[in-house]
Protein backbone atom coordinates (compact mmCIF):
# COMPACT_ATOMS: atom_id res chain seq x y z
CA UNK A 1 0.00 0.00 0.00
CA UNK A 2 0.83 3.78 -0.42
CA UNK A 3 1.30 6.50 2.54
CA UNK A 4 -1.69 7.91 1.51
CA UNK A 5 -3.45 4.02 1.98
CA UNK A 6 -1.29 3.32 5.35
CA UNK A 7 -2.57 6.59 6.67
CA UNK A 8 -6.09 6.25 6.21
CA UNK A 9 -5.57 2.79 7.93
CA UNK A 10 -3.92 3.99 11.05
CA UNK A 11 -5.70 7.48 11.42
CA UNK A 12 -9.54 5.19 10.91
CA UNK A 13 -8.06 2.51 13.88
CA UNK A 14 -6.63 5.42 16.24
CA UNK A 15 -9.82 7.90 15.90
CA UNK A 16 -12.20 4.60 16.02
CA UNK A 17 -10.40 3.45 19.52
CA UNK A 18 -11.17 7.41 20.47
CA UNK A 19 -14.46 7.65 19.73
CA UNK A 20 -15.18 4.01 21.52
CA UNK A 21 -13.24 5.47 24.35
CA UNK A 22 -15.07 8.61 24.40
CA UNK A 23 -18.69 6.90 24.41
CA UNK A 24 -17.41 4.34 27.25
CA UNK A 25 -16.51 7.44 29.83
CA UNK A 26 -19.52 9.33 29.07
CA UNK A 27 -20.17 11.13 32.60
CA UNK A 28 -23.89 12.51 34.13
CA UNK A 29 -22.49 14.70 37.02
CA UNK A 30 -19.91 17.88 37.04
CA UNK A 31 -17.59 16.20 39.09
CA UNK A 32 -17.02 13.46 36.92
CA UNK A 33 -16.74 16.34 33.79
CA UNK A 34 -14.77 18.82 35.64
CA UNK A 35 -12.07 15.93 37.46
CA UNK A 36 -13.24 12.81 36.20
CA UNK A 37 -14.85 12.14 39.86
CA UNK A 38 -10.99 12.30 40.85
CA UNK A 39 -10.51 9.05 40.78
CA UNK A 40 -7.71 8.46 38.03
CA UNK A 41 -4.82 6.38 38.94
CA UNK A 42 -1.65 7.80 39.13
CA UNK A 43 -0.17 6.61 36.55
CA UNK A 44 -3.27 6.76 34.55
CA UNK A 45 -2.86 10.56 35.03
CA UNK A 46 0.67 10.78 35.06
CA UNK A 47 0.16 9.12 30.67
CA UNK A 48 -2.52 11.55 30.50
CA UNK A 49 -0.59 14.44 31.39
CA UNK A 50 2.22 13.50 29.33
CA UNK A 51 -0.14 13.83 26.29
CA UNK A 52 -2.17 16.66 27.53
CA UNK A 53 0.89 18.82 27.81
CA UNK A 54 3.16 17.14 24.60
CA UNK A 55 1.24 18.80 22.26
CA UNK A 56 1.41 19.52 18.49
CA UNK A 57 3.81 21.92 19.28
CA UNK A 58 5.64 19.23 21.43
CA UNK A 59 5.39 16.49 18.42
CA UNK A 60 5.47 18.68 15.22
CA UNK A 61 7.18 21.46 15.52
CA UNK A 62 9.53 21.36 18.31
CA UNK A 63 12.06 19.19 16.50
CA UNK A 64 11.55 21.61 13.87
CA UNK A 65 12.79 24.67 15.71
CA UNK A 66 15.47 23.01 16.97
CA UNK A 67 16.70 21.58 13.56
CA UNK A 68 16.50 24.95 11.77
CA UNK A 69 17.50 27.11 14.98
CA UNK A 70 20.20 24.77 15.77
CA UNK A 71 21.47 25.68 19.47
CA UNK A 72 19.44 27.96 20.04
CA UNK A 73 16.16 26.00 19.08
CA UNK A 74 16.93 24.21 22.59
CA UNK A 75 15.46 26.63 24.39
CA UNK A 76 12.56 25.32 23.66
CA UNK A 77 13.31 21.89 25.22
CA UNK A 78 14.71 23.63 28.55
CA UNK A 79 11.89 26.07 29.19
CA UNK A 80 9.39 23.04 28.46
CA UNK A 81 10.81 20.67 30.32
CA UNK A 82 11.97 23.11 33.26
CA UNK A 83 8.49 24.67 33.47
CA UNK A 84 7.26 21.07 33.97
CA UNK A 85 10.02 20.12 37.28
CA UNK A 86 8.62 23.47 38.79
CA UNK A 87 4.88 22.85 38.19
CA UNK A 88 5.77 18.68 39.39
CA UNK A 89 7.80 19.80 42.33
CA UNK A 90 7.07 23.44 43.39
CA UNK A 91 3.41 23.96 42.71
CA UNK A 92 1.59 20.35 42.26
CA UNK A 93 0.90 19.13 45.69
CA UNK A 94 -0.30 22.31 47.10
CA UNK A 95 -3.19 22.93 44.56
CA UNK A 96 -4.17 19.14 44.87
CA UNK A 97 -4.60 19.97 48.45
CA UNK A 98 -6.74 22.74 47.95
CA UNK A 99 -9.69 20.39 46.52
CA UNK A 100 -10.89 22.20 43.31
CA UNK A 101 -12.00 21.96 40.26
CA UNK A 102 -10.75 24.75 37.96
CA UNK A 103 -7.68 27.42 38.61
CA UNK A 104 -10.08 30.46 38.58
CA UNK A 105 -11.70 28.11 41.66
CA UNK A 106 -8.04 28.09 43.73
CA UNK A 107 -7.70 32.16 42.85
CA UNK A 108 -11.48 32.55 43.78
CA UNK A 109 -11.13 30.67 47.33
CA UNK A 110 -7.74 31.95 47.77
CA UNK A 111 -8.27 35.43 47.17
CA UNK A 112 -11.85 35.57 48.44
CA UNK A 113 -13.23 37.30 45.54
CA UNK A 114 -15.68 36.95 42.86
CA UNK A 115 -13.55 39.63 40.79
CA UNK A 116 -10.59 37.70 41.40
CA UNK A 117 -12.19 34.88 39.94
CA UNK A 118 -13.40 36.51 36.57
CA UNK A 119 -10.09 37.47 36.23
CA UNK A 120 -8.44 34.44 36.25
CA UNK A 121 -11.29 32.61 33.97
CA UNK A 122 -11.09 35.82 31.37
CA UNK A 123 -6.93 34.74 31.53
CA UNK A 124 -7.73 31.06 31.36
CA UNK A 125 -10.02 31.63 28.18
CA UNK A 126 -7.10 34.32 26.61
CA UNK A 127 -4.50 31.59 27.43
CA UNK A 128 -6.61 28.42 26.22
CA UNK A 129 -7.58 29.81 22.92
CA UNK A 130 -4.07 30.87 21.71
CA UNK A 131 -2.65 27.62 22.79
CA UNK A 132 -5.46 25.33 21.18
CA UNK A 133 -5.43 27.78 17.54
CA UNK A 134 -1.86 25.81 17.53
CA UNK A 135 -3.15 22.91 18.04
CA UNK A 136 -5.62 22.90 15.18
CA UNK A 137 -3.32 23.88 12.92
CA UNK A 138 -1.20 20.99 13.54
CA UNK A 139 -4.00 18.84 13.07
CA UNK A 140 -5.08 20.67 9.89
CA UNK A 141 -1.02 20.54 8.49
CA UNK A 142 -1.11 16.45 9.17
CA UNK A 143 -4.46 16.24 7.38
CA UNK A 144 -3.67 18.03 4.34
CA UNK A 145 0.13 16.19 3.59
CA UNK A 146 -1.24 12.56 4.18
CA UNK A 147 -4.94 12.49 3.42
CA UNK A 148 -4.23 15.00 1.01
CA UNK A 149 -7.13 17.08 2.38
CA UNK A 150 -7.70 20.56 2.36
CA UNK A 151 -6.06 22.21 5.71
CA UNK A 152 -9.89 23.41 6.87
CA UNK A 153 -11.32 20.19 5.88
CA UNK A 154 -8.20 18.43 8.13
CA UNK A 155 -9.31 20.93 11.22
CA UNK A 156 -12.88 20.33 10.89
CA UNK A 157 -12.16 16.40 10.70
CA UNK A 158 -10.39 17.43 13.91
CA UNK A 159 -13.05 19.11 15.52
CA UNK A 160 -15.65 16.97 14.79
CA UNK A 161 -13.31 14.14 17.09
CA UNK A 162 -13.00 16.13 20.04
CA UNK A 163 -16.04 17.34 19.83
CA UNK A 164 -17.64 13.82 20.24
CA UNK A 165 -15.38 12.61 23.34
CA UNK A 166 -14.92 15.75 25.02
CA UNK A 167 -18.67 16.50 24.99
CA UNK A 168 -19.84 13.02 25.96
CA UNK A 169 -17.12 12.52 28.62
CA UNK A 170 -15.65 16.01 29.73
CA UNK A 171 -12.84 15.22 32.07
CA UNK A 172 -13.19 11.41 32.04
CA UNK A 173 -13.26 10.74 28.39
CA UNK A 174 -10.38 13.17 27.90
CA UNK A 175 -8.86 11.41 30.85
CA UNK A 176 -8.65 7.92 29.05
CA UNK A 177 -8.43 9.01 25.71
CA UNK A 178 -5.58 10.79 26.36
CA UNK A 179 -3.94 7.78 27.55
CA UNK A 180 -4.74 6.01 24.41
CA UNK A 181 -2.87 8.83 22.72
CA UNK A 182 0.04 9.04 24.75
CA UNK A 183 0.63 5.34 24.02
CA UNK A 184 0.21 5.92 20.23
CA UNK A 185 1.96 9.07 19.86
CA UNK A 186 5.04 8.11 21.96
CA UNK A 187 5.27 4.53 19.44
CA UNK A 188 5.01 7.03 16.59
CA UNK A 189 7.62 9.44 17.78
CA UNK A 190 10.41 6.53 18.66
CA UNK A 191 9.93 3.92 16.09
CA UNK A 192 11.46 6.31 13.43
CA UNK A 193 13.94 7.82 15.55
CA UNK A 194 15.34 4.17 16.20
CA UNK A 195 15.29 3.22 12.84
CA UNK A 196 17.12 6.37 11.38
CA UNK A 197 19.83 6.09 14.22
CA UNK A 198 20.04 2.46 12.83
CA UNK A 199 20.32 3.41 9.22
CA UNK A 200 23.10 6.45 9.62
CA UNK A 201 24.91 5.00 13.10
CA UNK A 202 24.02 1.18 13.47
CA UNK A 203 23.45 2.85 17.18
CA UNK A 204 19.64 2.03 17.67
CA UNK A 205 20.03 4.40 20.84
CA UNK A 206 18.97 7.74 18.59
CA UNK A 207 19.97 10.15 22.27
CA UNK A 208 23.52 8.19 21.71
CA UNK A 209 23.98 8.10 17.81
CA UNK A 210 23.48 12.24 18.26
CA UNK A 211 27.53 12.44 19.36
CA UNK A 212 28.12 10.55 15.79
CA UNK A 213 26.02 12.85 13.78
CA UNK A 214 26.58 16.50 15.06
CA UNK A 215 30.32 16.76 13.75
CA UNK A 216 29.13 15.90 10.40
CA UNK A 217 26.06 18.52 10.50
CA UNK A 218 28.25 20.68 11.67
CA UNK A 219 30.91 20.03 8.95
CA UNK A 220 28.41 20.35 6.24
CA UNK A 221 26.34 23.62 7.63
CA UNK A 222 29.72 25.21 7.93
CA UNK A 223 30.77 24.29 3.45
CA UNK A 224 27.55 25.64 2.84
CA UNK A 225 28.18 29.48 4.31
CA UNK A 226 25.86 28.57 7.52
CA UNK A 227 26.83 29.17 11.28
CA UNK A 228 28.16 25.39 12.77
CA UNK A 229 24.69 23.68 14.04
CA UNK A 230 26.53 23.84 17.59
CA UNK A 231 27.28 27.33 17.76
CA UNK A 232 25.30 29.40 20.50
CA UNK A 233 23.26 32.53 19.77
CA UNK A 234 23.48 32.49 15.96
CA UNK A 235 19.35 32.89 15.43
CA UNK A 236 18.81 34.58 18.70
CA UNK A 237 20.43 36.87 21.19
CA UNK A 238 21.50 35.66 24.81
CA UNK A 239 19.22 38.19 26.13
CA UNK A 240 16.38 36.17 23.82
CA UNK A 241 17.26 32.87 24.81
CA UNK A 242 17.10 33.63 28.71
CA UNK A 243 14.04 35.45 28.06
CA UNK A 244 12.13 32.78 26.54
CA UNK A 245 13.89 29.83 28.80
CA UNK A 246 12.12 31.99 31.88
CA UNK A 247 8.51 32.50 29.81
CA UNK A 248 8.27 29.17 28.89
CA UNK A 249 8.95 27.96 32.12
CA UNK A 250 6.88 30.14 34.45
CA UNK A 251 4.30 29.40 31.52
CA UNK A 252 4.56 25.64 31.38
CA UNK A 253 3.79 25.85 35.87
CA UNK A 254 0.86 28.72 35.14
CA UNK A 255 -1.10 26.47 32.46
CA UNK A 256 -4.57 25.76 33.80
CA UNK A 257 -4.96 22.96 31.56
CA UNK A 258 -1.92 21.14 33.37
CA UNK A 259 -2.41 22.19 36.93
CA UNK A 260 -6.31 21.00 36.68
CA UNK A 261 -4.84 17.55 35.60
CA UNK A 262 -3.73 17.14 38.93
CA UNK A 263 -6.97 17.63 40.77
CA UNK A 264 -8.18 13.97 38.94
CA UNK A 265 -6.15 11.86 41.07
CA UNK A 266 -7.72 10.45 44.64
CA UNK A 267 -5.06 12.11 46.94
CA UNK A 268 -1.68 14.49 47.48
CA UNK A 269 -0.01 11.34 47.45
CA UNK A 270 -1.46 10.38 43.72
CA UNK A 271 -0.51 13.69 42.77
CA UNK A 272 3.29 13.33 43.58
CA UNK A 273 3.61 10.30 41.90
CA UNK A 274 1.24 11.44 38.78
CA UNK A 275 4.28 14.09 38.30
CA UNK A 276 6.68 11.19 38.75
CA UNK A 277 5.03 9.21 35.36
CA UNK A 278 3.95 11.75 33.68
CA UNK A 279 7.88 13.07 33.68
CA UNK A 280 9.41 9.81 32.83
CA UNK A 281 6.81 9.74 30.25
CA UNK A 282 7.53 13.31 29.07
CA UNK A 283 11.59 12.45 29.09
CA UNK A 284 11.24 9.12 26.46
CA UNK A 285 9.47 12.51 23.83
CA UNK A 286 11.91 14.97 24.78
CA UNK A 287 15.10 13.50 24.78
CA UNK A 288 13.96 11.96 21.48
CA UNK A 289 13.69 15.34 19.74
CA UNK A 290 17.37 16.82 19.48
CA UNK A 291 18.15 13.57 17.52
CA UNK A 292 15.35 13.92 15.20
CA UNK A 293 16.12 17.26 14.43
CA UNK A 294 19.49 16.81 13.44
CA UNK A 295 19.20 13.52 11.59
CA UNK A 296 16.14 15.98 9.77
CA UNK A 297 18.70 18.70 9.03
CA UNK A 298 21.58 16.04 7.98
CA UNK A 299 19.42 14.07 5.49
CA UNK A 300 18.32 17.78 3.92
CA UNK A 301 21.43 19.48 3.55
CA UNK A 302 23.33 16.31 2.31
CA UNK A 303 21.04 15.68 0.02
CA UNK A 304 21.14 19.53 -1.23
CA UNK A 305 24.93 19.32 -1.19
CA UNK A 306 24.20 16.25 -4.25
CA UNK A 307 21.90 17.57 -6.01
CA UNK A 308 21.89 21.60 -5.79
CA UNK A 309 18.89 22.87 -7.35
CA UNK A 310 17.39 19.89 -8.51
CA UNK A 311 16.94 18.98 -4.88
CA UNK A 312 13.06 20.50 -5.67
CA UNK A 313 12.91 17.13 -7.89
CA UNK A 314 13.10 14.95 -5.16
CA UNK A 315 9.66 12.70 -4.23
CA UNK A 316 9.48 13.97 -0.90
CA UNK A 317 9.58 17.52 -1.41
CA UNK A 318 7.48 17.24 -4.34
CA UNK A 319 4.84 16.09 -2.53
CA UNK A 320 5.71 18.77 0.67
CA UNK A 321 5.27 21.69 -2.14
CA UNK A 322 2.03 20.12 -3.07
CA UNK A 323 0.88 21.06 0.06
CA UNK A 324 2.42 24.72 0.16
CA UNK A 325 4.68 24.04 2.96
CA UNK A 326 7.99 24.11 0.75
CA UNK A 327 7.84 26.70 -1.50
CA UNK A 328 11.24 27.43 -3.71
CA UNK A 329 11.94 30.61 -6.23
CA UNK A 330 11.63 28.54 -9.82
CA UNK A 331 14.93 26.58 -11.32
CA UNK A 332 15.26 25.82 -7.17
CA UNK A 333 17.14 26.98 -4.54
CA UNK A 334 20.41 28.50 -5.06
CA UNK A 335 21.81 28.51 -1.91
CA UNK A 336 21.31 26.39 1.47
CA UNK A 337 19.78 30.22 3.19
CA UNK A 338 17.31 29.76 -0.08
CA UNK A 339 16.73 26.22 0.76
CA UNK A 340 15.85 26.80 4.70
CA UNK A 341 13.87 29.50 3.96
CA UNK A 342 11.36 27.58 1.46
CA UNK A 343 10.89 24.56 3.76
CA UNK A 344 7.90 25.21 6.62
CA UNK A 345 9.32 24.27 10.24
CA UNK A 346 6.12 22.47 11.27
CA UNK A 347 7.03 19.30 8.82
CA UNK A 348 10.24 18.73 10.24
CA UNK A 349 8.85 15.39 12.08
CA UNK A 350 6.28 14.51 9.48
CA UNK A 351 8.30 14.36 6.74
CA UNK A 352 11.61 12.88 8.48
CA UNK A 353 10.71 9.00 7.56
CA UNK A 354 10.12 9.69 3.84
CA UNK A 355 13.44 12.06 3.94
CA UNK A 356 14.99 9.07 4.99
CA UNK A 357 13.36 6.70 3.10
CA UNK A 358 11.59 4.51 5.40
CA UNK A 359 9.07 2.23 4.68
CA UNK A 360 5.29 3.88 3.83
CA UNK A 361 3.47 2.34 7.23
CA UNK A 362 6.40 4.11 8.99
CA UNK A 363 5.49 7.32 7.38
CA UNK A 364 1.33 6.88 8.17
CA UNK A 365 2.44 5.87 11.72
CA UNK A 366 3.59 9.43 12.21
CA UNK A 367 0.85 11.09 11.07
CA UNK A 368 -1.57 8.95 13.68
CA UNK A 369 1.08 10.14 16.25
CA UNK A 370 1.44 13.56 15.21
CA UNK A 371 -2.87 13.74 15.29
CA UNK A 372 -2.74 12.47 18.46
CA UNK A 373 -0.41 14.73 20.10
CA UNK A 374 -2.63 17.94 18.70
CA UNK A 375 -5.99 16.25 19.75
CA UNK A 376 -5.10 14.98 23.25
CA UNK A 377 -3.60 18.65 23.98
CA UNK A 378 -6.98 20.73 22.30
CA UNK A 379 -9.18 18.34 24.59
CA UNK A 380 -7.78 19.69 28.09
CA UNK A 381 -7.77 23.10 26.32
CA UNK A 382 -11.22 23.10 25.51
CA UNK A 383 -12.24 21.71 29.03
CA UNK A 384 -10.69 24.51 30.39
CA UNK A 385 -12.74 27.04 28.42
CA UNK A 386 -15.58 25.28 28.68
CA UNK A 387 -15.19 25.42 32.90
CA UNK A 388 -13.81 29.18 32.62
CA UNK A 389 -17.43 29.91 30.81
CA UNK A 390 -20.01 27.16 32.63
CA UNK A 391 -18.30 26.37 35.60
CA UNK A 392 -16.97 29.60 37.27
CA UNK A 393 -18.89 32.45 35.45
CA UNK A 394 -22.43 30.72 34.99
CA UNK A 395 -22.57 28.56 37.91
CA UNK A 396 -21.06 30.69 40.71
CA UNK A 397 -21.83 33.91 39.23
CA UNK A 398 -24.43 34.31 36.97
CA UNK A 399 -26.60 31.24 38.39
CA UNK A 400 -25.11 30.21 41.75
CA UNK A 401 -28.31 27.99 42.07
CA UNK A 402 -28.45 26.45 39.18
CA UNK A 403 -29.17 22.24 39.17
CA UNK A 404 -26.12 20.03 38.69
CA UNK A 405 -27.95 18.84 35.47
CA UNK A 406 -28.21 22.31 34.01
CA UNK A 407 -24.56 23.10 34.59
CA UNK A 408 -23.76 19.76 33.17
CA UNK A 409 -25.83 21.29 29.90
CA UNK A 410 -23.86 24.60 30.26
CA UNK A 411 -20.43 22.68 30.23
CA UNK A 412 -21.50 20.35 26.90
CA UNK A 413 -23.06 23.82 25.12
CA UNK A 414 -19.61 26.09 25.67
CA UNK A 415 -17.36 22.90 24.69
CA UNK A 416 -18.74 22.77 22.12
CA UNK A 417 -19.17 26.94 20.91
CA UNK A 418 -15.39 26.59 22.07
CA UNK A 419 -14.59 23.93 19.56
CA UNK A 420 -15.87 25.91 16.88
CA UNK A 421 -13.91 28.86 17.56
CA UNK A 422 -10.60 26.81 17.94
CA UNK A 423 -11.14 25.33 14.12
CA UNK A 424 -11.64 29.31 12.96
CA UNK A 425 -8.09 30.02 14.57
CA UNK A 426 -6.62 26.55 13.45
CA UNK A 427 -7.67 28.22 9.78
CA UNK A 428 -6.42 31.06 9.74
CA UNK A 429 -3.33 30.83 12.31
CA UNK A 430 -1.43 33.00 13.55
CA UNK A 431 2.23 31.72 12.19
CA UNK A 432 4.06 28.53 12.96
CA UNK A 433 2.09 26.52 14.96
CA UNK A 434 5.45 26.61 17.98
CA UNK A 435 5.38 30.39 17.68
CA UNK A 436 1.76 30.79 18.40
CA UNK A 437 1.83 28.03 21.20
CA UNK A 438 4.69 30.13 22.71
CA UNK A 439 2.72 33.03 23.34
CA UNK A 440 0.06 31.33 25.14
CA UNK A 441 2.79 30.35 27.38
CA UNK A 442 3.53 34.00 27.65
CA UNK A 443 -0.11 34.55 28.39
CA UNK A 444 -0.07 32.01 31.33
CA UNK A 445 3.31 33.51 32.50
CA UNK A 446 2.24 36.88 33.22
CA UNK A 447 -1.42 35.95 34.62
CA UNK A 448 -1.33 32.79 36.33
CA UNK A 449 2.32 32.22 37.58
CA UNK A 450 2.83 34.83 39.64
CA UNK A 451 -1.07 34.54 41.36
CA UNK A 452 -0.14 30.61 42.70
CA UNK A 453 3.18 30.77 43.91
CA UNK A 454 2.20 34.12 45.70
CA UNK A 455 -1.18 32.47 46.64
CA UNK A 456 0.62 29.46 48.25
CA UNK A 457 3.89 30.81 49.95
CA UNK A 458 2.86 34.72 50.83
CA UNK A 459 0.04 34.53 53.66
CA UNK A 460 -0.29 38.50 52.70
CA UNK A 461 -0.88 38.31 49.00
CA UNK A 462 -4.93 39.62 49.04
CA UNK A 463 -7.44 40.05 46.11
CA UNK A 464 -6.82 43.58 45.34
CA UNK A 465 -2.94 42.41 44.77
CA UNK A 466 -4.25 39.34 42.51
CA UNK A 467 -6.97 41.15 40.67
CA UNK A 468 -4.86 44.13 39.89
CA UNK A 469 -1.67 41.72 39.53
CA UNK A 470 -3.47 39.17 36.80
CA UNK A 471 -4.83 42.59 35.22
CA UNK A 472 -1.52 44.51 34.49
CA UNK A 473 0.38 41.20 33.74
CA UNK A 474 -1.63 39.98 31.15
CA UNK A 475 -3.07 43.50 29.44
CA UNK A 476 0.85 44.36 29.05
CA UNK A 477 1.93 41.07 27.21
CA UNK A 478 -1.35 40.96 24.81
CA UNK A 479 -0.61 44.11 23.81
CA UNK A 480 3.24 43.89 23.28
CA UNK A 481 2.04 40.76 21.60
CA UNK A 482 -0.45 42.46 19.10
CA UNK A 483 1.78 45.26 18.21
CA UNK A 484 4.54 43.05 17.85
CA UNK A 485 2.61 40.56 15.23
CA UNK A 486 0.37 43.81 13.52
CA UNK A 487 0.41 41.72 10.13
CA UNK A 488 -0.77 38.64 11.33
CA UNK A 489 -3.30 40.26 13.87
CA UNK A 490 -4.36 43.63 12.67
CA UNK A 491 -6.03 44.12 9.15
CA UNK A 492 -4.21 45.97 6.45
CA UNK A 493 -1.23 45.88 8.57
CA UNK A 494 1.95 44.50 6.53
CA UNK A 495 4.74 45.09 9.32
CA UNK A 496 4.94 45.29 12.75
CA UNK A 497 4.56 47.80 14.70
CA UNK A 498 7.04 47.43 17.03
CA UNK A 499 9.95 44.91 16.38
CA UNK A 500 10.83 44.39 20.37
CA UNK A 501 10.63 46.22 23.81
CA UNK A 502 13.76 46.64 25.59
CA UNK A 503 15.46 43.89 22.99
CA UNK A 504 13.14 41.45 24.37
CA UNK A 505 11.01 39.69 21.30
CA UNK A 506 7.45 38.61 21.14
CA UNK A 507 7.88 35.42 22.49
CA UNK A 508 9.90 35.97 25.31
CA UNK A 509 7.72 39.16 26.60
CA UNK A 510 5.76 37.48 28.77
CA UNK A 511 8.79 37.60 31.25
CA UNK A 512 8.46 41.36 31.70
CA UNK A 513 4.23 40.78 32.13
CA UNK A 514 5.79 38.35 34.85
CA UNK A 515 7.74 40.92 36.68
CA UNK A 516 4.72 43.27 36.44
CA UNK A 517 2.10 41.12 37.85
CA UNK A 518 4.66 39.81 40.88
CA UNK A 519 5.69 44.05 41.01
CA UNK A 520 1.61 44.73 41.70
CA UNK A 521 0.79 42.39 43.17
CA UNK A 522 3.17 42.62 45.91
CA UNK A 523 3.01 46.59 46.49
CA UNK A 524 -0.86 46.76 46.18
CA UNK A 525 -0.93 43.63 48.48
CA UNK A 526 1.29 46.09 50.87
CA UNK A 527 -0.85 48.83 50.49
CA UNK A 528 -4.24 47.48 51.49
CA UNK A 529 -5.73 45.51 54.26
CA UNK A 530 -4.56 41.89 55.23
CA UNK A 531 -6.54 39.14 54.44
CA UNK A 532 -9.03 37.78 56.62
CA UNK A 533 -7.58 35.89 59.34
CA UNK A 534 -9.09 32.60 58.23
CA UNK A 535 -7.59 32.82 54.67
CA UNK A 536 -4.32 33.05 56.26
CA UNK A 537 -4.86 30.40 58.11
CA UNK A 538 -5.82 28.31 55.11
CA UNK A 539 -2.64 29.47 53.42
CA UNK A 540 -0.83 27.94 56.56
CA UNK A 541 -2.66 24.96 56.16
CA UNK A 542 -1.82 23.76 52.47
CA UNK A 543 1.78 24.61 53.34
CA UNK A 544 1.48 20.98 54.95
CA UNK A 545 1.56 18.58 51.90
CA UNK A 546 -1.26 15.92 53.47
CA UNK A 547 -4.11 14.79 52.60
CA UNK A 548 -6.96 17.04 50.91
CA UNK A 549 -10.48 16.87 51.54
CA UNK A 550 -12.79 15.77 48.41
CA UNK A 551 -13.99 18.05 46.12
CA UNK A 552 -16.64 20.21 46.61
CA UNK A 553 -19.60 20.00 44.96
CA UNK A 554 -20.57 23.35 42.81
Known amino acids: MDI ?18 GYRSRVAS ?9 GVSAIANGAATAADWMSAASFISMAGLISFMG ?140 GEILPKLNAIQTDLGLSAYSSPFANLSMLNVVCIALCLMAGTAGLPHVIVR ?25 TTAPAVAMF ?29 LITFPEGGPTSAQELLGGINRDIIV ?42 DIYGSIIKPDASDKQKLLVGRLMIFLAVILAGILGIYPLGFVAEVVAFAFGLAAASFFPIIVLGIFWKRANKQGAIWGMSLGLAFTFIMIVLMRAQNVIPGMEEPIIDSFLGINAQGIGVVGMLLNFAATI ?26 PEAVDH
Request: hydrophobic residues 55%.
Open 4 to 21: QSWTWVTVGVTFSLYLYI
Open 30 to 38: TKGFYVAGQ
Open 71 to 210: YDGSVYLLGWTGGYVLLALLLAPYLRKFGQYTVPDFVATRFYSKGARIVAAVAAMFVSFTYVAGQMTGVGVAFSRFLEVPLAIGVIIGMCIVAFFAVLGGMKGITYTQVAQYCVLIFAYTVPAIAIALLLTNNPIPQVAI
Open 262 to 286: FYTVKSVKAARWSAFWALLFIAILY
Open 296 to 324: AKYYILEQYTALGPDFQDVEWVKSWAATG
Open 350 to 391: LATPEIASLPAFVVALVAAGGLAAALSTASGLLLVISSSLAH
Open 523 to 548: IISLMTNEPPQEVQDMVEEIRYPNEA
